[in-house]
Each structure stands twice: as C-alpha cells, then as structure tokens.
C-alpha cells in the first residue's frame, strides 16, 4: 500500500544538490521541486480555485495570522476546515503566523512563553504562544503545517540571535508536543540569521526531533543574495535527504533555480502575485512593466508564445489599459500570467532535473533574464513595508 | 439570403406589449428581450471575456466618454477596434458619451452646438458635438451606436425641457448626417423628461427620421418607477413596432419585467454589477447583503439551485468573508451571481413570451421578490452620486 503521508525521494542532479521528489498528503500529491502561491486570506489574490486547478497549482500557501482574525478558526471549522471554506480540494499548507506578527513591532510584545500583539484589523488583543498556533492550524485543517519561531529582524546581532535561536528551538518542541492531528504534516523551521555556526546549530537542532519536513526561515528579508545562498549552502547538508526541504517566502524565477540547485523542494512567495498587482509581469527576458508608455499601441502579447489566457487573447496594449484605468480584470490577468510562468519554470526545471540537464537550464536561463539587482530589490521592498504600515496592513501577498 | 443587419420580430405576447425578436449585426444575433452588461472602460467589471461568453452574454455595452479619455479612440482604431481590443467577438453598443458630460454638472458648458468639458481624469479639455460623438464611436467600431442627446436633470421644468428636447432632435439629424460607417446601427434618443406630450414628440420626430432602431434615455433618473412607466407608455405606441428599442441605463429585475411588459427589447445597465462589487447577491426573494452579520457561519450557497460558479462552490460564510476581507474573489463572484441571475430571468422572459404565459410569469416572480421601495432606492443613488463626485470618478459602472 502506498502511505498517504511522506516523500519520496525520484530523482538527483548528478552536478548540483537538486532534486524531484513526490510529496504525498491526504489531499494529494505534491510533484517538487514545487512553488506554492500565497493565499493569504483563503483566496490567491484575484484568483479562482477553478483557475488555480487549470494553472496546476499542486500546493497552496494560507496565513495563520490573517485567518485567526478574520474570520476566526472557529468559523472556519465549523465550515468543515480550510479545504472546504475555499473550495480548494489540493494540498494547503498553513505557516505559524509568527512571521507577520514579528514583523508588526509596534503592535507586539515578546516575552519567554509568546507573543501578545494587536489586530491590525480591529485594534483587538491577542496572543500567540506555540500551543495556540498549532491549535488554531489544527482548526484549519491544512495538509502541512509550521511549528511556531521566533523571526529577529535583518541586521540584528549575533548574540540576540543565539538568544532567540534557543527559544525558537524550545517553541518547536512545544509545537511537536502540542499537536495531535494525525493527518496533518508539521514543519519545523531553521533560524539563525545570517550567522552560519547558528544556522548549522539550528539545522542539526531540529534535525534530532525527526520532524516530518523542515523549512528554513528568516531569509530574502533585506540581506544581499550571495548571503542567502551562503546560509543555504551551510543549512541543507545538515537536513535529513528523506525528508522535504521548503524555504519561506522565497519565489522569484532566479531564486527558484538558486534554491533548487541546493536542494529546495517547496517554495512559496507573494511576490509573483503582488508585483502582478502592480502591473508587472515576468518574461523571459526579466521583468516588464505594463505600466511603460511604450506599450501604449503594442498589438504584442506580454510574451510571445506564451499559452496563458492573457497572452493568448489580450494584447500589451489592452493590458495596459486595464492597468492604467485601475480595472480588475488588468489585476487577474497580471496575476494569472505570473502564476502561469512560475509554475511552468518549476516544471521545465523538474523535468530537467529528471533528465539530467538541469545546469544547462540554469545556465540558459539565467543568461537572458534579467535580474533585478539588489539595491532595487531592497528599495522595492523598503517601499512595500512602508506601504504596508501607512495601509495597517501587515505583511502577506 | 438573410440580412446580416435588421431586426426580426418573431412573437408578440397576448396580453401585453411584451415581444420576441432577434436583433442581427455583423457580430452575430443578439436574442431579444436582452439584458446587456455595462462593460465602461472596454471590460465589464471584474468578468473576462470568456466567463462573460459562459454567462451567455450576447451584448455587451462600452461608454464613448471613457473610452474617448482612456486609451482613446486612436489606440482603440490601431488595435482593431473595440472587438479585437477587448477579445470581445459578440455584438456591443456604445453610448453617445452624452449621458457622462451632462452628469458631470461643475465641470462642463453646454452650447447650442455642443459641449466643452474638463476630463475626470486629467482635467484636459475636450470637446463633445454630434459629428465627434459619431466619429468617436466610429473609430471605437461597435455594432450600434447612440445619437448625441441632451440629457437634462430630473425634476428640471416644463420650458427648459422644451428647448433641450429641439436641440436632441437637430443633434440626432447632424449625427445622422455624420454618420459613415455601413457596418454600425445608429440608434436615436428619445427624451423629453417626464412630460408626456414632450416624450410623444421625441417619439414622433425621431421616428420620421427612420433610424434603424430607438433608445430611451433620461429615466430610472430618480423619479418614481410609476413615472417611468408612464412614460414608456406613451412613447413606445408611437415607435415604429418593427425597429428595437432600448431602455438605456435600466435594469432591476422589477424594471425587466415592467420594461418587457411595455415594449421593451434591450436593456443596460451597471446596478447588477455596481451592486455586485458592494457585496449585494440578487436572488429570488429580493436582494441579500452578504456583510449581513447573520451569514458569518452559513455553510449555504447565496440561492438554492442556482447554477452559477458562486453558488455551485462556494458557502454564504466563504463569500461573506471574502467581501468583508476586501478579497478581489468576492467581487468576481457576486458579479457573476448577479449577471447570471439576470440573463437567466430574461431568458426565462423570453421563453414565457415564446409559450404566451408572460403575465403568469411576471406576476408568479414579482410575488415573491421584494423590490427596494422608492425612498431606499433614491437614498442610494444619493450615496452612489455623492461618492462619484468624492472620488472624482463619473458615471459609469
């Protein structure tokens, strides 16, 4: 009999530490390496579960803190659980809800045992302790879930993050303690900032509690690419083989080649979503902004031979226009395109790896897109959390 | 050989003015009565082409004042027309433009040759006169197109509607004049406000100047439904009974109905979907405000047996929470709903008139569905204008 729980491992790349593994789930199976988009909300911004379906998501992302405010877990399970809230009859995963309540500092207070924090929805206080995210996760009912850490901020100095190291190993314990589902997967995560001895200490740490699947947190937060790179390359080979490997929040088309080749299986990001939102949409040759004037006239697709709906039927010009006039269709079909490409790289990036070529893919692709370099990336993001706080918005997709 | 332009008539109901026809453009035929979505910025709100064509939209109507400020006209002619530019191969009407500058009270002058007004947009200035309504909408290329009228306010006087109602006339001729394209139908105004003898003339006149088909404008303006009746009453006997005729701008469920029942062949209207992006589900008994505390935990759909993808996938808890969370989903889904709801009712219209069982039908849904009274009704178009005027958007959808 075939479990219904667990990863196999199919395949490995002879010239790097990718891999394409097959992770199954009461609600199915997860080909990896895989991308998850961000359903922060219970809904993938703009989009349909039918759409998602057609697009083969196999593995959607939901937000903890977000769902504990509104609508509550208690709606949500008297619902008969996330799956059946939002019609989404695939794999969920649920993270902790402690990324987005760290990242609110002038709304929370830490302390040994939790964290007390505000509603950025309602001004309500609430508290989050590692037996109360595991709880709320039980009540969603997702197929994988994520033990509760402890996020230091970039930049934050070695001995806070060996303090707080100590306590996000003790809070995984609690959560391996505390949870009682059997038909749901939980997740530990490795923490350790930018400091490589933590990193491995973390890794080695969580590694002894035999969790089911690890992920790895705390990076794509400000620090310079080569960095994150660096702590992958001083994390995974400490990480158990058989078990699957998903690096948080972490998905543009040049961080999925840099992850997988070190040996990331799942990968999830609002920022395929969000940067559609904005009008942007990926191509082959890097990012396109709709917005540009030179698209005014241009009777072109976003990108040629592209089988999404939006390349299929709209041209550069009308997507614009739906942009520019501030129209939701202009939104959908940004994100739809976005959403198309990740998970069509991921897959020609599976079978790449299955037929041993996946450097070359790496090489070529990597050769006409344009990356967006740091110092953008960091303005950009500088941007979006100054957004985020004028909105009272918190982070999410 | 059969006209590829015309209107055939094909069944008259026994006991009211109610008629099936079926209107022929170079679109395709459009199946009358009809409802028609508004679709103001070349997309009806929210909708893809492909859902709209699922829904068994077989019109659909685009507003010349928007679309004359954004993309404009020339953008619109390079791509192809409106058609090719939205991905829309069914039929559409576009409006004069008229209807917009005339709202729009502070920000445009009216001369006896046409209007100057300042765009919502940018506060560019431009130039509205019937020969350029009709080049506008030549350029934009829909199907049928709507004479340049004067639109004056509700409740202005006898005298004032006097005078105005000459100036639609000599308009309705120079666009007439103006007009070039074979392949468009170019539909007359009738106004006249709520003065009987004035409507009656508006109907005459236009009628000797033979259009291929007839719109009514200036109702559903604030005044009580009874008016309105009234005046459908005494303007559709004197239009030509082998031309279409248009109700512009109306489109409650009662208001099909009522229309149908007068005369009536086509129908516009943004309340559907305006109503729709608020959260407000038609059904059977009347309208349902989804933020209504009482549906947080309701695990059934918006109507029992509805077919639509709202109702088929999703609770009223699921949808609630989307709206309340100011998820994009919960706005595509109400606007389905509620544009399935009202093409399904005028195909059921259409079938009843087809099987001479019109009057049961109307009296069997009018029985039980509870139409928003008058008072509520213009409480709402209050807020709806004052909010316009706030945001410094313009009439539309």
Redesign the interface.
């Known amino acids: 009999m075939v479990a219904s729980f667990g990863f196999d491992l199919e395949s490995k790349c002879r010239h790097s530490w990718a891999r394409v593994g097959e992770l199954h789930t009461p609600h199915g199976k997860v080909p990896t390496p895989v991308f998850a988009p961000v359903g922060t909300?219970?809904?993938v911004?703009?989009?349909?579960?039918?759409e998602l379906e057609e697009l083969g998501v196999s593995l959607v992302v939901a937000n903890t803190y977000?769902l504990n405010l509104?609508?509550g877990p208690e709606?949500i399970a008297?619902?008969?659980g996330l799956h059946s809230?939002?019609?989404w009859q695939r794999p969920i995963l649920t993270d902790s809800g402690g990324f987005q309540v760290f990242s609110m500092e002038h709304l929370r207070k830490i302390d040994g045992d939790g964290v007390t924090f505000r509603s950025h929805v309602d001004g309500s206080e609430h508290r989050l302790t590692p037996e109360r995210s595991i709880a709320v996760q039980e009540q969603l009912g997702a197929d994988i879930i994520v033990a509760l850490d402890v996020c230091p901020p970039y930049r934050s100095d070695y001995e806070h993050n060996r303090v707080v190291l100590q306590r996000t190993h003790l809070w995984a314990e609690r959560c391996l303690k505390a949870h009682t589902r059997t038909d749901q997967m939980l997740f530990g995560v490795v923490q350790g900032g930018t400091y490589p001895d933590l990193r491995g200490e973390s890794a080695r740490y969580l590694t002894s509690l035999d969790l089911p699947g690890y992920a790895i947190g705390g990076l794509s937060v400000g620090e310079p690419k080569e960095t994150m790179h660096h702590m992958l390359d001083v994390t995974i080979p400490l990480l158990p083989e058989d078990k699957p490997r998903h690096l948080l929040g972490v998905g543009s088309p040049e961080d999925l080649f840099e992850g997988v080749a070190r040996g990331i299986d799942i990968f999830d990001c609002a920022l395929p979503t969000r940067i559609a939102r904005n009008g942007t949409f990926f191509t082959s040759e890097g990012r396109l902004n709709i917005r540009n004037s030179r698209y005014?006239?241009d009777?072109a697709p976003v990108e040629e031979g592209c089988s999404c709906?939006a390349c299929q039927?709209?041209?550069r010009?009308?997507l614009?226009?739906?942009v520019?006039?501030k129209?939701?269709?202009g939104?959908?079909?940004a994100t739809l395109h976005n959403l198309h490409f990740i998970l069509n790289l991921m897959r020609e990036i599976r079978t790449a790896i299955l037929e041993d070529r996946f450097p070359t893919l790496k090489e070529q692709f990597l050769s006409s897109y344009k990356v967006v370099d740091d110092e953008v990336r960091m303005r950009d993001r500088k941007i979006w959390l100054n957004k985020l706080r004028a909105s009272k918005e918190v982070a999410g997709d």
Request: proline share 8%; aromatic share 10%; hydrophobic share 35%.
């Open positions: 909300q219970a809904t911004k703009t989009t349909s579960p039918q977000h509104r609508p709606v008297r619902l008969g809230f939002m019609g005014k006239d009777p709906y039927q709209f041209s010009a009308y614009r226009h739906l520019m006039a129209e939701i269709l939104l959908r079909l």
